[in-house]
């Protein structure tokens, strides 16, 4: 139990019910380490937010062209739509305007 392996074994197995604490207590208190005692470099925490920064650019850009084309696509759907209306409307009106003819 002392080199964590219990406890790790019991994290795989119980890793999605959350509803118990101990679990994550008991990890916490068998734990050497605290994140007070990692040091990472600066160098390499500025390449990764400089690489996660990039990516965010990367989404924003795709996210941006997404939107454009469903607003697109909307566009073009209400257009047909109203197209359809309009047509719709026009053959209701050469149909009375035939029956009115018929009847006379």
Avoid: C, N
Wanted: proline share 1%.
């Amino acid at each position: 139990m002392a080199d964590g392996k219990f406890w790790y074994h019991e994290l795989i197995r119980e890793s999605f019910d959350f509803d118990d604490e101990f679990l994550w207590k008991q990890i916490a208190e068998s734990s050497t380490l605290s994140s007070s005692d990692v040091e990472i470099p600066q160098e390499e925490l500025d390449s990764f937010v400089a690489s996660k920064m990039a990516e965010l650019r990367e989404y924003e850009v795709v996210h941006e062209a997404m939107i454009a084309e469903a607003e697109k696509a909307k566009a073009e759907k209400a257009k047909a739509e109203k197209a359809k209306a309009e047509k719709d409307k026009a053959e209701k009106a050469e149909a009375g305007k035939v029956k009115e003819a018929k009847e006379e």
